[in-house]
């Protein structure tokens, strides 16, 4: 049973909190540990915190900005990371060692939450799960909180949350490395190769992911993809709690039988009645029909297959110029999220690809990819990864395909556009993160979606 509330308050009352993040999502935390008369300290890598730094300082709080940002963090009693902090940071290390209790708003907010809790990761397919159990469970009537990765922050709305509410988290493998709570039921989507520059290793991240039902009781859940090899080794593994498996290829708890989505041995709807387009998207619906069952009517699970349309930078249709379809899928950061999105176009597509390079191969993307694609344009610092992955391929198969290289997203947008004739679909579906040309991959895909729409119809 998780832990009443007013024993953090009163564990927090004067002590010397220190809050590594000052961006929008820790605002809340920030005023929230203020409210309960904490000495707090903010640490944060930029120099400057704009108007929101002279606020703080009128509460007293003590600011560490710049390159000694995490100077801040040393004679501190409690540390809340951000999860771009990794746990084996030195500084983080030797809070530790020298008994300070660190932790993160998630961390806190799964010791503490009282309501009933549906936590969903994985490599690709988190965000979607994620919406479509919140609207599944939304539909069907009951209160509803959506936060981690996606929505708005919970923790300084904890006191609002009831045992019958439900709160529906997306958790990154960042949140989970040192999670010591779980959610009551949990989604691993699927795990591949990801965030590779920041985990030491495949294992690590394998076993952050895991961490989302590690620390379940008994009356746990567990939801599992049995066609991804790592998820499906995990479900084997499990033994002190309730596994339910999903899969496309094969009978599952939820599964695709004969083209209908069905969940434990009901039939919801058949795959040309759901709205979200791609393979990949029916996986995720299954994850989200297992998770809840139990919970949510066969009827109310068909609703939303076949009204929910998707959420956006996922494969979202942008514009139409000349009879040239344009999408958007600048959420696919790795190579395994851009093959998905391939997979779900009915014909070869113009791909813009490219970003920061996460430290994964590109190989699969070449091997598996090159049949979907009719021209293959690439920026960002990888580009020359990518490329030369492809070059490889075409020579291995005896095959051609047309890569042109670009300087900037707005010289990839119309170098594609170029290459295409009427009928011709351009995605942007980087297999990278955004980070060596936008902060975020949403930005980039606001920028791309801002670059379709300036183009003139001739």
Same mark, same amino acid.
Request: aromatic share 4%; hydrophobic share 35%; proline share 2%.
């Given at each position: 049973m998780r832990c009443f509330f007013e024993e953090f308050k009163k564990n927090i009352k004067g002590k010397k909190v220190a809050i590594v993040g000052a961006g929008v999502s820790n605002?809340?935390?920030?005023?929230?540990?203020?409210?309960?008369?904490?000495?707090?300290?903010?640490? /944060?890598?930029?120099?400057?915190?704009?108007?929101y730094e002279s606020e703080l300082r009128k509460n007293n709080v003590e600011l560490f900005l710049g390159i000694d940002y995490l100077e801040g963090t040393k004679d501190a009693d409690i540390i809340f990371r951000t999860p771009?902090?990794?746990p084996t940071n030195p500084y983080i290390q030797d809070a530790i060692k020298r008994g300070a209790y660190v932790t993160s708003e998630m961390g806190e907010f799964l010791k503490y939450c009282r309501g009933k809790i549906i936590g969903?990761? &994985?490599? /690709?397919?988190?965000?979607?799960?994620?919406?479509l159990v919140h609207e599944m469970l939304k539909k069907q009537g009951y209160n509803v909180f959506l936060g981690g990765n996606i929505g708005n922050p919970l923790f300084h709305k904890i006191e609002e949350i009831k045992e019958d509410d439900f709160v529906v988290l997306e958790l990154s493998s960042f949140q989970l490395i040192d999670a010591k709570y779980s959610p009551d039921r949990a989604i691993?989507?699927?795990?591949?190769?990801? $965030?590779? /520059?920041? $985990?030491? /290793?495949? +294992?690590?991240? %394998?076993?952050?992911?895991?961490?989302?039902?590690?620390? +379940?009781?008994?009356?746990?859940?567990v939801v599992l993809n049995l066609d991804n090899d790592i998820t499906r080794? %995990?479900?084997?593994?499990?033994?002190?709690k309730t596994v339910r498996t999903f899969s496309r290829k094969q009978k599952a708890f939820a599964y695709l039988n004969d083209n209908v989505l069905t969940v434990n041995?009901?039939?919801?709807?058949?795959?040309?009645e759901v709205k979200l387009p791609g393979m990949h998207n029916i996986e995720n619906l299954l994850a989200a029909f297992a998770v809840v069952y139990d919970y949510v009517s066969i009827d109310t699970m068909k609703y939303i297959a076949m009204n929910f349309t998707g959420v956006e930078h996922r494969i979202e249709f942008v514009r139409e110029?000349?009879?040239?379809?344009?999408?958007?899928d600048s959420i696919a950061s790795s190579p395994a999220r851009t093959l998905a999105g391939l997979k779900s176009f009915r014909q070869k597509v113009i791909l813009i690809a490219g970003g920061y390079d996460k430290n994964i191969p590109f190989e699969p993307l070449a091997e598996e990819g090159i049949d979907h694609i009719k021209c293959l344009v690439l920026i960002g610092k990888t580009k020359e990864k990518i490329k030369n992955a492809f070059i490889n391929t075409m020579e291995k198969r005896n095959i051609n395909l047309d890569i042109v290289e670009a300087t900037t997203l707005e010289d990839a947008v119309l170098k594609a556009f170029e290459k295409a004739n009427k009928g011709d679909i351009i995605t942007l579906s980087p297999a990278c993160a955004s980070f060596d040309m936008f902060k975020n991959f949403e930005e980039? &895909?606001?920028?791309?979606?801002? %670059?379709v729409n300036k183009i003139s119809l001739t």
């Open positions: 605002t809340p935390l920030i005023q929230m540990m203020i409210d309960l008369g904490a000495n707090v300290v903010v640490c /944060d890598k930029k120099e400057s915190l704009g108007e771009s902090l990794m969903i990761t &994985g490599s /690709d397919g988190k965000t979607t799960t994620t919406t691993i989507t699927n795990i591949t190769p990801n $965030h590779l /520059d920041i $985990h030491k /290793d495949m +294992q690590e991240y %394998i076993d952050a992911k895991k961490n989302i039902f590690a620390n +379940q009781d008994n009356n746990g859940v080794d %995990i479900a084997n593994s499990v033994v002190d041995e009901n039939a919801v709807c058949k795959v040309d110029i000349n009879g040239v379809k344009f999408y958007n980039r &895909g606001r920028i791309f979606k801002e %670059i």
